[in-house]
């Protein structure tokens, strides 16, 4: 028909490509350091121990019913506590609007569109660089987008004096996204004092800050430690909003289980908010998935398996080499090996068996 003539193919996403190519080279010797999954030291997807044992205890339990609008109430409190907090005062006064997302990307997506919504003439302020597909949610959901500095290239660390410029030069009430931990791509994170500064001048501007959480435990190998960003900014008294994900921390990646929250003046304010939120839930896809809801909560309320998750949430994914695209396409043109151009390695795709070879060919390119 000629209804689709005009449609072009899309540019391929600069992320999952990486994956499409390491797929189509018949050389035994490739390597994928691209894909942000865990893998193990065979180069095989890994299913977290405390998972399978989740799937064991609600296996023949499951029913097919719907979740409600705003998902599992059991996982999004569990995965509140995470976030906020054990004990959070926050929690027990019901100030936070929070409903379970697609995963991460579903919860800055929601988050993208309340705020369009709500703030219509609102921008984002969005590091340099970032996960690239923070540019596409935040362009699909009509908010203009400006730039922050963040990564600093000749350190190899956090530009923070530009950072803090740029939030003072940023008109006042401006929207942060802030990486709340293990920054990807470049994993480099403000140490806690520069956090306690950027929390302080986020607050004298009246900015909002949007934490996006998607490696909770995997910067210092502890979830606890890993909302330390989180809990300065509550400390200092924030309103702030946060997308968390179980793609990697438990290994949930195609489970599509994450949650996004909205922390409010109090529970009146919530409640709004987290109406309005599965407003925006409901035409786009009515309620989320309810397989990867029911291990969460599985796992989280129980302390033996909480216990084991813990163990088992090892520790770094990311590592910013500092190779530059060119000596990237040497990598994948004369040694098969696939990441993408910023030079950002995969940690999990580096292997006893393949450690050797890679690290043989990044001093080839790099000498
Ligand atoms: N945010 C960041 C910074 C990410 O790196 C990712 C995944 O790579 C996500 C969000 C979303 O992942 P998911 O939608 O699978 O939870």
């Known amino acids: 028909s000629s209804w689709w003539r005009s449609v072009q193919p899309a540019p391929k996403d600069p992320i999952l490509g990486v994956t499409e ?7 035994p010797d490739k390597v994928n350091v691209g894909v942000g999954a865990y893998r193990d030291d065979n180069g095989k997807p890994v299913v977290l121990e405390c998972v399978r044992e989740a799937e064991r205890r609600i296996a023949g339990n499951l029913n097919m019913e719907y979740l409600p609008m705003g998902g599992s109430v059991k996982m999004v409190e569990e995965t509140l506590k995470l976030a906020y907090g054990e004990n959070s005062e926050l929690i027990k006064e019901k100030r936070i609007a929070a409903v379970q997302a697609l995963s991460g990307t579903g919860a800055c997506r929601l988050f993208a569109d309340f705020q369009k919504h709500f703030c219509p003439d609102s921008q984002i302020y969005i590091p340099v660089p970032t996960w690239a597909n923070h540019h596409n949610i935040w362009r699909d959901a009509q908010v203009p987008q400006k730039t922050y500095h963040y990564y600093h290239p000749e350190s190899k660390g956090l530009d923070f004096a530009a950072m803090i410029d740029d939030i003072k030069n940023a008109p006042n009430g401006s929207f942060f996204l802030l990486h709340a931990c293990a920054h990807n791509p470049t994993g480099v994170d403000p140490s806690e004092e520069q956090w306690r500064e950027i929390s302080h001048h986020i607050k004298a501007k009246g900015h909002f800050a949007f934490f996006d959480m998607a490696y909770q435990g995997f910067a210092s190998g502890d979830p606890e430690k890993d909302a330390k960003a989180i809990r300065i900014f509550l ?3 924030h309103h702030i909003g946060i997308a968390q994900s179980y793609a990697k921390n438990m290994g949930l990646y195609g489970q599509r289980v994450g949650c996004l929250s909205v922390l409010c003046e109090d529970e009146k304010q919530a409640v709004a908010v987290k109406s309005q939120l599965q407003q925006l839930a409901r035409p786009m896809y ?22 084991q998750w813990l163990k088992e949430v090892k520790i770094g994914m990311f590592c910013y080499s500092g190779l530059t695209p060119e000596q990237v396409d040497r990598l994948t043109n004369e040694f098969h090996i696939y990441m993408t151009r910023n030079g950002r390695i995969s940690m999990a795709g580096v292997t006893t068996g393949n450690v050797k070879y890679l690290a043989n060919a990044i001093h080839e390119v790099t000498k």
Request: glycine share 6%; no cysteine; aromatic share 4%.
């Open 21 to 27: 190519a390491f797929l189509a080279d018949q050389s």
């Open 286 to 307: 009515s309620n989320p998935p309810v397989h990867g809801a029911l291990i969460v909560s599985t796992i989280l309320s129980d302390p033996d398996l909480k216990k």
């Open 235 to 237: 400390e200092d008294g």
